[in-house]
């Protein structure tokens, strides 16, 4: 039991870090290395053109400029 306790608090740690990185990346774009170039998350411009072809929409991730889709759940890829 001692030696599970800090196991799991290191682990709930780890999760509460990524956590704040990941609203991080999402609300202002910080540690783009981590969740962009190596997670491959795309985010639309934010002012940007959005379309659709009848099926999907499209647009332009703003960190890569790519054409990127959105998922039957809301994710850009």
Same mark, same amino acid.
């Given at each position: $039991?001692?030696?599970?306790?800090p196991?799991? @608090? +290191?682990?709930?740690? %780890?999760? +509460?870090?990524? @956590?704040?990185? $990941? #609203?991080?990346? #999402? ?7 981590l969740?962009?170039? #190596? #997670?491959?998350?795309? @985010?639309?411009? !934010? !002012?940007?053109? =959005? &379309? %659709? !072809? *009848? /099926?999907? =929409?499209? +647009?332009?991730?703003?960190? /890569? *400029?790519?054409?990127? @889709? $959105? !998922? %039957? =759940?809301?994710? &850009?890829?």
């Amino acid at each position: $039991m001692i030696v599970v306790l800090p196991i799991v @608090m +290191a682990l709930g740690i %780890s999760v +509460a870090l990524f @956590m704040l990185g $990941m #609203l991080g990346y #999402l609300l202002f774009g910080f540690f783009k290395k981590l969740y962009h170039d #190596l #997670l491959h998350w795309h @985010m639309p411009e !934010d !002012d940007g053109e =959005q &379309w %659709s !072809d *009848g /099926c999907s =929409q499209h +647009a332009i991730c703003k960190y /890569c *400029g790519k054409e990127i @889709m $959105m !998922d %039957s =759940q809301g994710n &850009w890829f």
